[in-house]
């Protein structure tokens, strides 16, 4: 299973077209009046569309709650472009090098509040390495991405699934708020997420859409099937919309938006 777009639901699409093209310095692949995404190597893009055409087209199942903190990770061409675009956008912050790789790292906060961490690729190739979404149940969790179709992934106190060249990570959310308050999250007494690396997760309440691209309009038909028998909030049956694609849209109990798509002609 592959995630093929990570979509903030925001409120000004000029806006944030400007912040992640001449900011961040992403290359756009499209724009229209609601609707902005960009190519980030060849893993899922990040996108932007705004709330009131997500809302639209989610119907009543888009979510009255805030929604739940998130983080992504972009790994930038190279380090020189990563000191680019921290001088470019005034929000950045440095954060402590990743453990890893012992590389630079800044948050970067968006007009909507959204906040991304920028990283230097140690391959020299761009792309989203990382999208963490902190969840009140990760066994609930854990068993709905694997009903989606996702591959659990070696783990290293984490819960991690295979993405499709991006690594998909779930975190128990108030261990999230364990760690921004430097409390121990775990038996172990290490925090699943460090307070520094806390304030750099998206907290500003917005709404987060995972797309995941099937094969078929038939696939998109029985796997609507399957998640609206499991009980999940969706936004009516697999509809044929303009852009080309048969899609639904279903939010699980964590407020995520998931879309559900395959292309089958071409758009209008």
């Given amino acids: ?26 290359e756009r692949r499209m724009r229209n009046v609601r609707f902005a995404d960009f190519v980030i190597g060849t893993g899922p ?32 061409p190279d380090a020189a472009a990563l000191d680019a675009a921290s001088a470019r956008v005034p929000s950045a ?12 790292a800044y948050a970067v906060t968006d007009p909507d509040g959204f906040t991304s961490v920028l990283v230097a690729s140690a391959t020299g190739r761009p792309r989203i390495a990382e999208i963490e979404l902190a969840v009140t149940d990760v066994v609930r969790t854990y068993d709905f991405l694997e009903r989606l179709g ?42 699943a997420v460090s307070a520094a690396e ?29 998640l609206k028998a499991r009980g999940l909030a969706d936004s009516g049956e697999p509809a044929l919309y303009e852009w080309g694609a048969r899609s639904a849209y279903f939010v699980d109990p964590d407020g995520y938006i998931w879309e559900i798509y395959a292309w089958v002609e071409e758009p209008r």
């Fill in 45 to 76: 893009r990040l996108a932007m569309w705004m709330r009131p055409s997500i809302a639209e087209t989610v119907g009543a199942a888009f979510p009255s709650a805030p929604g739940l903190p998130f983080r992504v990770t972009i790994e930038l």
């Fill in 150 to 191: 996702f591959t659990p992934v070696a783990a290293d106190g984490r819960l991690h699934f295979d993405g499709g060249n991006v690594k998909l990570t779930i975190v128990q959310a108030d261990a999230t708020v364990q760690a921004a308050a430097s409390v121990p999250a775990d038996a172990s007494g290490a925090p």
């Fill in 1 to 26: 299973m592959r995630l093929d777009d990570i979509c903030l639901v925001n409120a000004d699409v000029t806006a944030s077209d400007d912040f992640y093209r001449e900011g961040v310095g992403l």
């Fill in 93 to 104: 912050v440095r954060l402590a090098p990743r453990r890893a790789s012992g590389s630079a």
């Fill in 198 to 226: 806390f304030a750099s997760w998206s907290r500003n309440g917005g709404h987060l859409m995972l797309a995941i691209e099937l094969d078929s309009g038939e696939a998109v038909d029985a796997l609507h099937a399957d």
